[in-house]
């Protein structure tokens, strides 16, 4: 972890007809760290996570990313900016196999148009060559779990937890310069959820910076860097992951007292 900023956030705001779901919200990650956003149902998470990621517009506020306003962008330009996010329940198309998704992962980054690919010209052969490549050493980061050999798999013959960390292999193959994870543990039994925080450690260590949302506060406190809390759209705590989780207004908010 350094000190210079990837992501400044700054009175991000959301409001829903008479709903603040998000109220003037301030985030800061730095590059190569893991923070993680907390909070009991309803209080902002994934809707800050959609501002941050284009799919819904702020009222108010600035996202910057290494300095570049991204506030008011579509998805798919945020996107090209290097945000690359998962959601709560993976998005994936069925009937597509495991190489296809990281394909589409890459398809920002591929320089071969249409009638190219038709005519299978020996650049594009090579771009698909160099594109297969890079789908297996992304495959490579969970090990034995999701591998190479699988590429050929349709989505719809993956387990739960395989079709989550294809969703984000997907993500890892836009190279993205901030990580945006939604729940990735969610629907994960013990074991695999342990698994998972090696590799979420993992790619932080190897370089990416990533922004987390989890129910799961083992995940939190094992991954993270530091945590923000939100409750009802509004930041109530920020700090080192045990001291926010013993926050009294973390307890109060997740005790419903």
Known sequence: MSDQLRLQVRGLTKRFGGLLAVNAVDIDVRDNEIVSIIGPNGSGKTTTFNLISGAIRPDAGSVRLEGEELAGLRPDQISRKGIARTF??????????????????????????????????????????????????????????????????????????????????????????????DEPAAGMNPRETQDLMGIIGGLRDGGHTILLIEHDMGVVLNVSDRVIALDHGEKIAEGLPREVAAHPRVVEAYLGG
């Open 88 to 181: 709560q329940m993976p998005e994936l198309f069925m009937t597509l196999t495991v190489l296809d998704h990281l394909l589409i992962g890459m398809q920002g980054r591929m320089r071969a148009g249409l009638l190219a690919s038709a005519l299978s010209l020996p650049s594009t052969r090579r771009e698909e060559r160099a594109a297969r490549a890079e789908a297996a050493d992304v495959l490579s980061t969970f090990g034995d779990r999701l591998t190479a050999d699988r590429m050929g798999d349709l989505a719809r013959s993956l387990s739960y937890a395989n079709r989550r960390r294809l969703e984000i292999s997907r993500a890892l193959a836009l190279r993205p310069r901030l990580l945006l994870l």
